[in-house]
């Protein structure tokens, strides 16, 4: 192809579209490139400005919102009522998936540090999905059970290994 | 000093400027508004029928079009084939049925006058035999009231009838259109209007309109498959009988059917008029009768009908329907009577919908207050 038509049919560069971007996040990357410009239409892109709050604590929940740009805080509040930073994340991660399945409320509250663009995508979403494009979903539903698994995998060995390292610390520690 | 003057003027005569026209715009706006809302009304009732018959086709036709979805085709291809489908389909049934419809038609206009005169005659019997049971219920003048309203309901008839031809004519040409464009961007329309909440509600806002398009979308299915097989069933049972317009009188039941509580009453008056006037009170009269109530109202509708199709949430207070129906009356006429209870059910599916939403998350909230406070 040369310069003049590609310039012509390619309004933007492959890697600049949402649905590339998509396709890098091991949540998605099950799909195929038709799958993924049908994601694209289906999540829902918004931008933040700077120490804007995504969602607090309590909050209903119905999705997971993943990173594109800018960086999120996630924090906890404790039972002092402090705030215990959780994480901060970056373009790629999502957090949020837990209630992307079931409806439950938000137990972290999530706020931008700076400019940010997130991707939303929803439990409405999903069950669109589900009904309209059985096996789109069916690889959704598969990525998201993957990471969550590992998540879980990953929590049950840290849970395993604070048990452990309380079981050998001195006793008067506590 | 003649300069501070000059500067004082200058300032009494800007007061004096901004107050007239503060005052003069303020009346401008007081009139407009006025206007601004009634040609609002006038602007809109050309457009709600054909609209609203437009959302009712585009959610009895959703599911189709999700069905050819699931195959090879895109949207816009299936909602094509769905709408030609339907084309077809209509088309087949207009040929079918238009002989006898337009024959029944050019009947029933001669017909309407005799069957008007003998109902209002029945009501002057009626009277009678109320005086002589109960005396002291006189000046009552129901003849009277009758024949004003059935001249009244007559005339109207009349005169639809001739400017039906371009309303129809300009119906067909605007729901098919906005029915296409109601299946092809409806999703994108609600998702443009929810996007424009702030990001902090946004989750909610869709969550919500998800939910509310749902029960939504139930609804009216449910509602219009109901009438049209209560509207079926009455229509066939009447056939049996020698009564004349059985398919008319099966088509009016249905849909006043769409009104709860009221709707069959004012259905099966035509019915039960017109038997009365040409059969007389024999075995075929209870014959029709039970047709409306029995196997049209009791078994079907309520027994089988309403547990399958509609949900409780739906369910309005009669209260509440007598008011929309007056309500949509005064707005719409005798469409707003039909489509009043709709939308009522409608608004507080949606408000229903909206508070479970809270209560459902706020529950867990509380416990969790009293935990921490506790």
Do not use: C
């Not at chain 2, 050019?106 to 029945?122: C, N, V, W």
């Not at chain 2, 047709?291 to 309403?306: A, R």
């Not at chain 2, 547990?307 to 469409?335: E, R």
């Amino acid at each position: 192809m040369s310069p003049l038509w590609s310039n012509i049919f390619r309004q933007k560069p492959e890697e600049e579209s949402l649905a590339y971007f998509l396709g890098t996040l091991p949540l998605f990357s099950d799909m195929t490139e038709r799958e993924l410009k049908r994601l694209e239409t289906l999540v829902h892109v918004r931008e933040y400005d700077a120490g804007e709050t995504v969602f607090s604590e309590g909050d209903p929940g119905s999705g997971l919102y993943i990173v594109r740009t800018g960086r999120v805080r996630i924090s906890s509040r404790s039972n002092q009522g402090r705030e215990i930073e959780l994480a901060v994340l970056a373009s790629g991660d999502f957090f949020g998936e837990t209630t992307l399945a079931s409806p439950a409320m938000r137990v972290a509250s999530a706020r931008t540090l700076e400019k940010a663009q997130l991707v939303g995508l929803f439990r409405a979403d999903l069950l669109e999905t589900v009904q309209k494009n059985p096996a789109m979903a069916n690889k959704l539903l598969l990525g998201l059970t993957r990471v969550m698994s590992e998540r879980l995998h990953a929590a049950g060995q840290e849970l395993m290994r604070l048990q452990q390292a309380r079981s050998t610390a001195p006793a008067g520690e506590e | 000093m003649p300069e501070q003057l000059s500067l004082t003027r200058t300032q009494l005569l800007l007061i004096f400027l901004v107050l007239t026209a503060s005052i003069a715009s303020g009346l401008a706006l007081f009139t407009s508004a006025s206007r601004i809302t009634e040609l609002l009304h006038v602007a809109t009732t050309g457009i709600v029928l054909p609209v609203l018959l437009s959302l009712v086709l585009a959610f009895l036709l959703e599911p189709l079009v999700r069905r050819f979805e699931r195959g090879p085709f895109n949207r816009t291809a299936s909602i094509f084939l769905v709408s030609l489908l339907t084309a077809v389909l209509l088309y087949l049934a207009g040929r079918w049925l238009s002989p006898h419809w337009l024959a029944m038609w050019g009947s029933l206009r001669t017909d309407l006058p005799r069957y008007l005169a003998r109902g209002i005659e029945l009501l002057n019997q009626f009277e009678v035999r109320l005086n002589e049971y109960f005396p002291f219920v006189s000046g009552l003048d129901l003849p009277g009231r009758g024949r004003v309203l059935a001249e009244h309901l007559f005339n109207e008839m009349l005169s639809h009838t001739t400017g039906s031809a371009l309303r129809l004519g300009s119906l067909m040409l605007l729901v098919p259109l906005f029915t296409f464009f109601f299946l092809r961007d409806g999703q994108k329309i609600i998702r443009f209007s929810v996007g424009l909440a702030p990001n902090r509600y946004y989750e909610m806002a869709h969550d919500l309109s998800y939910l509310i398009s749902r029960q939504l979308s139930h609804f009216v299915r449910g509602r219009i498959l109901e009438a049209a097989i209560v509207g079926i069933v009455v229509g066939f049972g009447l056939s049996f009988t020698d009564i004349r317009y059985a398919p008319l009188l099966g088509l009016f039941a249905g849909v006043t059917n769409l009104v709860p509580y009221l709707g069959p009453i004012v259905g099966m008056i035509p019915g039960i008029l017109i038997a009365l006037v040409d059969l007389g009170m024999g075995g075929q009269f209870w014959w029709i009768l039970a047709t409306y109530l029995l196997i049209g109202q009791v078994i079907l509708d309520n027994f089988i009908l309403i547990p399958i199709l509609i949900s409780h949430v739906s369910n309005l207070h009669p209260l509440w329907v007598i008011i929309a129906i007056i309500m949509g009356g005064k707005l719409y006429g005798v469409l707003g009577m039909i489509i009043g209870v709709p939308v009522a059910s409608i608004i507080k599916i949606i408000i229903i919908e909206i508070r479970y939403y809270r209560r459902t998350f706020a529950l867990p909230l509380a416990s969790q207050d009293s935990e921490l406070t506790g």
